[in-house]
């Protein structure tokens, strides 16, 4: 069992819609990120999260420590938002571990 | 501010050479991050170094090494490349440790043959 996971692997989505993709993980962990990447390879990272919930524009992070899981939501989607979501956590053993990622593609 | 920077973009090379990647942080971040991604493996991490010393390091062979000079920029080399080192090597800087926000560089290429 891979220690960080991601759902869906693959979404397809029409635009407008409200789109969710999650991740779970089976380690102690320090910190959590959420980063973009789109076709080409450019990474962008999104949220970088400890606890709780944060907010920028129309994408929404949110992480529960005691369940070890991360949510990271998109709202009014939009073809542009189209990437690779990819969650990636350092453990408390200060080992950095990637999800596989969720392919999102969002359709006019 | 330039966000960071790697040289080169692309690489070829030939099995059982050698290889040295470049990266230049933001300006200000003392913070460094080498990355592999491979369409079979991801993203994995490869190095983090943190003013001039190796923080955290990934399960990489020893074929894998880098440094971090007293300006912040990294290097990473690899050794006598095997075709599976064929990947996208990417950096990333922040102002701390790993946890800080990163910002990612845009890669290098290699493509060893």
């Known amino acids: 069992k891979n220690e960080v996971e991601q759902s869906p692997q693959n979404l397809t989505a029409q635009e407008g819609e409200f789109i969710t993709i999650n991740c779970s993980y089976s380690v102690g962990i320090s910190a959590l990120h959420w980063l973009q990447q789109h076709p080409g390879g450019g990474i962008v990272s999104l949220f970088m999260l400890s606890s709780g919930k944060k907010k920028h524009g129309r994408l929404i992070a949110t992480i529960n420590i005691q369940e070890k899981h991360s949510s990271l939501h998109i709202t009014a989607s939009h073809p542009r938002d189209s990437a690779v979501y990819i969650c990636a956590v350092k453990t408390s053993y200060d080992k950095v571990i990637f999800g596989p990622g969720t392919s999102l593609s969002v359709i006019p | 501010k330039a966000g960071v920077t790697q040289t080169p973009r692309y690489l070829i090379k030939t099995r059982g050479q050698q290889v040295t990647l470049s990266c230049s942080p933001i300006?200000?971040?003392?913070?460094v991050s080498w990355y592999q991604q491979t369409p079979g493996q991801g993203l994995q991490f490869l190095f983090e170094?943190?003013?001039?010393?190796?923080?955290n390091k990934g399960n990489f062979p020893g074929r894998f090494s880098g440094r971090q000079f007293s300006n912040s920029r990294s290097e990473m080399n690899v050794s006598t490349l095997e075709l599976g080192d064929s990947a996208l090597y990417l950096c990333a800087s922040s102002s701390g440790l790993y946890s800080s926000e990163q910002y990612f560089g845009p890669g290098t290429r290699l493509t060893v043959t």
């Open positions: 300006s200000g971040h003392r913070s």
């Open positions: 170094y943190f003013s001039e010393t190796q923080r």
